[in-house]
């Protein structure tokens, strides 16, 4: 298809695009985009990167299928790394060249709530309320797109080790550590049994780090039989809550005398 300089607007065909190493547009939607804005520094702390590997979270698709927005247009994706194309005078320990994981959510490193490692609660980025501090709104540009713009780089932007693919990486932005906070919340700990409802991508990891943390045996509950399939072939048992009461087997499979619930 012929190729059309388009805003990625929410309010007129919410278009986005997924890029890889090579940089092809993949079209998702009807149309094929490419991004016509310039990115820019914004501060002497912000950095430039380009965008290598990204995603597309459930969030960026509840807008997808949303009500419109009465935002104009802007990029989405805040799951993205790539390679730093420019600093700022003020960073000093990224340079032009790194491979980097761009943070989620963005914190200026400095005040109180980033100082206690609550860096999504940051004071300063999240002065931009009702926008948000996480990436892909009209002030923080997301991450589907040729590059995006970094504020705070010594903050948010972490060098990749060369062991570690760009795949591999890009789980670190978001989906990972949310499943790995679901079992550290939990507390899950050797022996435990451990139940996940949900075996999308959040709920995958939810289950490998139960599994990491020592838990005994893990139950996987979702509606889909393709999800279930892949859970079973990870090695744990499988609810579908249509076929099987949850109550049955809560009472049949974890009240264990040597086993918490989970």
């Not at 999308?200 to 709920?203: C, D, L, S, T, Y």
């Given at each position: 298809?012929?190729?059309r300089d388009?805003?990625l607007?929410?309010?007129r065909?919410?278009q986005?695009?997924i890029r890889d190493?090579?940089?092809w547009p993949?079209?998702?939607?009807?149309?094929?985009?490419?991004?016509?804005?310039?990115?820019t520094k914004h501060?002497?702390?912000d950095a430039?990167v380009?965008?290598?590997?990204?995603?597309?979270?459930?969030?960026?698709?509840?807008?997808?299928h949303g009500p419109d927005l009465?935002?104009?247009?802007f990029?989405l994706g805040?799951?993205f790394?790539?390679i730093?194309?420019?600093t700022?005078?003020a960073v000093?320990s990224i340079r032009?060249?790194?491979?980097?994981?761009?943070a989620?959510t963005?914190g200026?490193g400095n005040c109180?709530?980033?100082?206690r490692?609550l860096?999504?609660?940051?004071?300063v980025t999240?002065a931009?309320?009702?926008?948000?501090?996480?990436?892909?709104?009209p002030?923080l540009?997301?991450?589907?797109a040729?590059?995006?713009?970094?504020?705070?780089?010594d903050t948010?932007l972490f060098?990749i080790?060369e062991s570690?693919?760009?795949?591999?990486?890009l789980?670190?932005?978001?989906?990972?550590p949310t499943?790995w906070l679901?079992?550290?919340l939990?507390n899950v700990?050797?022996?435990d049994?451990v139940?996940v409802?949900?075996c999308?991508?959040?709920?995958t990891f939810?289950q490998?780090?139960a599994e990491?943390?020592?838990?005994?045996?893990?139950?996987?509950?979702?509606?889909?039989?393709?999800?279930?399939?892949?859970?079973?072939?990870?090695?744990?048992?499988?609810?579908?809550p249509?076929?099987e009461p949850?109550?049955a087997?809560s009472?049949t499979h974890?009240?264990?005398?040597?086993n918490?619930?989970?």
């Open positions: 298809g012929d190729h388009l805003h607007s929410i309010r065909q919410r986005m695009c190493r090579n940089r993949v079209k998702i939607g009807s149309s094929e985009v490419r991004l016509p804005w310039q990115v501060a002497d702390g430039i380009r965008i290598q590997r990204t995603a597309i979270c459930g969030s960026d698709l509840h807008i997808w009465p935002l104009g247009g990029s805040h799951e790394m790539g730093v194309e420019e700022g005078p000093r032009p060249g790194d491979r980097v994981l761009v989620c963005t200026c109180s709530m980033c100082n490692d860096y999504s609660a940051c004071e999240t931009q309320a009702p926008l948000s501090n996480v990436f892909g709104n002030l540009q997301g991450g589907q040729e590059a995006a713009r970094v504020p705070f780089a948010n060098r080790p570690i693919s760009d795949a591999q990486a789980f670190l932005t978001d989906i990972l499943g679901g079992a550290e939990a700990r050797p022996g049994s139940v409802f949900g999308g991508p959040v709920g939810a490998r780090a990491i943390r020592g838990a005994s045996r893990i139950f996987a509950v979702d509606l889909d039989e393709g999800r279930l399939a892949k859970a079973r072939a990870r090695g744990y048992d499988t609810i579908q249509e076929q949850l109550g087997v009472y974890l009240t264990l005398p040597t918490r619930e989970v």
